[in-house]
């Protein structure tokens, strides 16, 4: 019974901040919860020339999860291609929050942080981004798709003598 009260008070807690995020198309197990920073409802804007932030709070669904790899593609234009993250980046294991370390076991629950730079260079446009967090023999632990829109940010005022 105290378990079940705890696992409760957590799902609530993770819900807090929380965006709205929609569930991959091919099945795969949606996080518990992910956080854009500065996000609550898609689509989320994101500043070039920035880091975006994601809290991607999901569980295992098997034992002993030893490599996680986050996979992303960008869909515009009726378009897909697959995003390069940087290694540091991609590591679900080396962005773990709270302590949490891999091996990851099934039901366990932990936060990965997501920082992605938005380069100076994108265009200024929609895109449906993917996130699947993938083990080392390509299954989905948990995926979702985000709906972000990329922004100019804000430039400097002229300072006038």
Do not use: W
Request: with cysteine.
């Amino acid at each position: 019974m105290k378990f079940v009260a705890l696992t409760i008070v957590a799902l609530m807690i993770a819900g807090i901040g929380a965006t709205d995020v929609k569930q991959c198309k091919k099945g795969q197990p949606l996080p518990l919860s992910v956080e854009v920073v500065g996000c609550e409802n898609m689509p989320c804007d994101v500043v070039k020339g920035t880091t975006a932030v994601m809290y991607v709070h999901f569980v295992g669904t098997k034992d002993n999860i030893r490599e996680l790899n986050a996979v992303v593609h960008a869909t515009t234009l009726g378009i897909t291609v697959p995003y390069e993250l940087p290694k540091e980046v991609a590591s679900v294991c080396d962005n773990l929050m709270y302590g949490a370390t891999c091996p990851i076991d099934k039901t366990e629950d932990v936060v990965y942080a997501f920082n992605f730079y938005v380069e100076s260079s994108y265009p200024e446009i929609s895109v449906a981004v993917q996130v699947s967090l993938e083990d080392a023999e390509g299954d989905s632990i948990a995926c979702f798709v985000c709906n972000i829109k990329v922004k100019k940010g804000a430039t400097k005022p002229l300072l006038l003598e």
